[in-house]
């Protein structure tokens, strides 16, 4: 098994995707570790670009952006500077070159090769032993094969419990409040240093999942975070007196049990989101992370000095959680209500204006669709222009900015150009994975399939770090059947009795004409809690897998019928049915209405008709977008 080293600080062994720096595990998602590998192997060579692209990618077509941005990942696991490379260096016009001397050997695979050479005094040589080497050298042979067997048994009996700790990563559990007054300040101060320190390029915070796991461990929490790979947990307590918060907060590292940080604020309740911000600075310097303190602070800023208005946009975003962990519509209301709230409180919030514009996309979506009467498509679109407008605005930093452009683009539906400016951003901020998401339906509807691939794996990839699991829509998927099955057995494997993964994983099932394994799923989801015309939606693809039409049409009437199913679950079903003109004329409303944008979201269906609303086409023609003909999905009854 191949092994580079570079020194006695760099260790990469590609068959098994490990890498250490100095000793320690270093995380590295999978396209950045294969061209590091390639780097290392050309080393001092400069490697070009297209032979960059050829490692990490297999010949697909890639933009400059995505390489440059797994070389920046590289960059930030190792800790190196771009302009003082100690690891990688830029070759303008020409690629890479991995600047320190490397060697390659073999990794150790075998005892044998573990003993040295005098102890086993010349077994590898031809001459015939002698009787004293018998008697000197096997009992002594034995004592190490003890020895090793004693040692291997107590590694398989530590395995199940511990895995390499990640250097830079963190645990946040919940502020403790200590009064009922901040009962709903501390949940919100844990929220916020985790959105902050996730954006931290080469820091590893855990996902609900785990931090859920480690507080049921109670004070065996530090081994249980040992045993998921964290190396730090954060914990503190929050007391109000009078119009004073203290907010006490400490950082210790797990393998010890031992404090690497801690800090006492004593500070007018004003002050609450300088001292979140603080927080999450001080934490990242304490965990060593790569970014430069300005820039480390530029990213922590929240974008707002009004608390109320803070605590009702938090509370927004945690009604949006819900809805999406649990299925359920109805905390969207609420969402909505609050996103105002923060807006009105204070009109320069800019990220209550991009999220309050996020939730007039959602408007398509099957599951949270905004029912309130008199909504039409051109006062929506109007609504959400004014919103990135103000967003973009009021930005309180350049790669800020670049997120609400890249939203405000979506009016004029110029997919390309969003799609280019979340690259941008995300190569300064690779590990915000809502943004992932974003570049996942921009990328779709623009026919960058090189990025959706990109965007699924960095998702899958960053959750799965934080040792969760991403809820991403198998439609992303129709295009690899391969990746849309191992996708839903591993989603049911890690969240079985989630019924958001439930129906994606269904899909994903028959894309890949897993038509019995989707079948049991489909019960289950009928005996769950999802709205009733996702129930039906599943059962009409099920239907239609199993060459079942008038049963699949039979259900799609009904969802076609139901005045609470939104527009998008009726469209869906019925074309899943082949009920192909009843689905269109579902959407109808929408191109009278001129509304284009809502229009485009179902671009994301690889069997949705563009050509059928010329003022869509003209919108896409217009912004250099080429649609291919439409494809419907495999499971699809004929239409007819």
């Not at 294969?34 to 990618?57: F, I, N, Y």
């Not at 480690?214 to 007391?239: C, K, M, P, S, Y």
């Not at 530029?298 to 962990?325: C, H, N, W």
């Not at 609504?383 to 973009?392: K, T």
């Amino acid at each position: 098994m191949k092994r580079l080293l570079s020194g006695d600080r760099l260790e990469l062994v590609p068959a098994n995707r490990e890498l250490r720096l100095d000793g320690e595990p270093v995380p590295l998602p999978a396209k950045p570790f294969a061209l590091l590998a390639a780097l290392m192997e050309a080393a001092p060579r400069v490697v070009t670009k297209d032979e960059l692209v050829e490692a990490g990618w297999q010949g697909r077509a890639v933009s400059d952006a995505v390489l440059t941005t797994a070389i920046k990942e590289i960059r930030q696991a190792l800790g190196d500077n771009a302009r003082k490379p100690e690891w990688i260096e830029t070759k303008h016009g020409l690629g890479y070159r991995f600047c320190r001397t490397v060697e390659m050997t073999e990794a150790v695979e075998g005892l044998l090769e573990a003993i040295p050479e005098e102890v086993l005094g010349g077994a590898g040589r031809r001459e015939r032993p002698q009787a004293g080497w018998r008697r000197f050298y096997l009992p002594l042979l034995a004592g190490i094969a003890v020895s090793v067997v004693l040692v291997l048994w107590l590694a398989n009996q530590r395995a199940p419990e511990l895995t390499p700790l990640l250097r830079k990563s963190v645990v946040v559990f919940p502020m403790t409040a200590l009064d009922e007054e901040t009962s709903r300040l501390a949940p919100a101060i844990s929220e916020e240093v985790v959105t902050t320190l996730g954006r931290t390029p080469d820091l590893v915070v855990a996902g609900d999942g785990v931090t859920q796991r480690l507080l049921a461990a109670g004070e065996n929490a530090d081994l249980a975070a040992r045993r998921e790979g964290f190396g730090h947990i954060l914990q503190g307590t929050v007391r109000r007196e009078g119009d004073r918060l203290r907010i006490n907060v400490r950082l210790r590292r797990t393998a010890t049990g031992a404090d690497i940080w801690s800090n006492r604020f004593d500070r007018p309740l004003s002050d609450l989101i300088e001292v979140q911000e603080q927080i999450a600075y001080e934490i990242a310097l304490a965990l060593n992370t790569v970014m430069e303190p300005e820039k480390l602070r530029e990213m922590g800023r929240i974008g707002t000095r009004s608390v109320p208005a803070y605590l009702a946009f938090a509370k927004g975003q945690d009604a949006m959680e819900r809805a999406f962990r649990s299925g359920d519509p109805s905390p969207m209301d609420e969402a909505r209500n609050l996103l105002q709230q923060a807006r009105r409180l204070d009109p320069s919030f800019a990220r209550a204006h991009w999220l309050a514009g996020y939730m007039e996309l959602l408007t398509f979506n099957t599951i949270y669709a905004d029912r309130s009467p008199n909504v039409e498509g051109t006062d929506r679109r109007e609504r959400y222009i004014a919103y990135m407008d103000q967003a973009v605005a009021s930005a309180p930093s350049a790669t800020d900015r670049l997120l609400y452009q890249a939203a405000r683009e979506v009016a004029d539906l110029n997919y390309r150009r969003s799609t280019e400016l979340l690259v941008r951003y995300l190569e300064e901020r690779p590990q915000d994975t809502a943004v992932w998401f974003n570049l996942l339906e921009h990328a779709r509807i623009a026919e960058r399939y090189d990025l959706v691939d990109e965007a699924i794996a960095s998702i899958t990839e960053l959750l799965q770090r934080q040792g969760d699991f991403a809820a991403i829509g198998t439609n992303y998927m129709v295009h690899d059947p391969e990746a849309a099955k191992s996708f839903s057995e591993r989603a049911m494997e890690a969240r079985p009795d989630s019924a958001a993964l439930q129906f994606q994983a269904h899909r994903g099932l028959l894309i890949a004409g897993e038509i019995e394994a989707a079948a049991k799923l489909q019960q289950r989801i009928e005996e769950g809690r999802l709205p009733s015309s996702l129930r039906r939606a599943a059962a009409v693809r099920q239907a239609c897998a199993e060459g079942r039409t008038e049963d699949a049409r039979k259900a799609a009437s009904a969802v076609l019928d139901d005045p609470d199913a939104p527009l998008s679950a009726k469209w869906s079903t019925a074309m899943t049915a082949g009920l192909v003109d009843q689905a269109y004329a579902v959407l109808e409303p929408l191109a009278k209405d001129g509304d284009t944008m809502t229009l485009a979201q179902y671009l994301i269906y690889r069997e949705f008709e563009a050509s059928r609303f010329p003022t869509l086409t003209s919108a896409l023609t217009k912004a250099g977008i080429s649609r291919p003909p439409a494809v419907q999905p495999p499971y699809a009854c004929a239409a007819g």
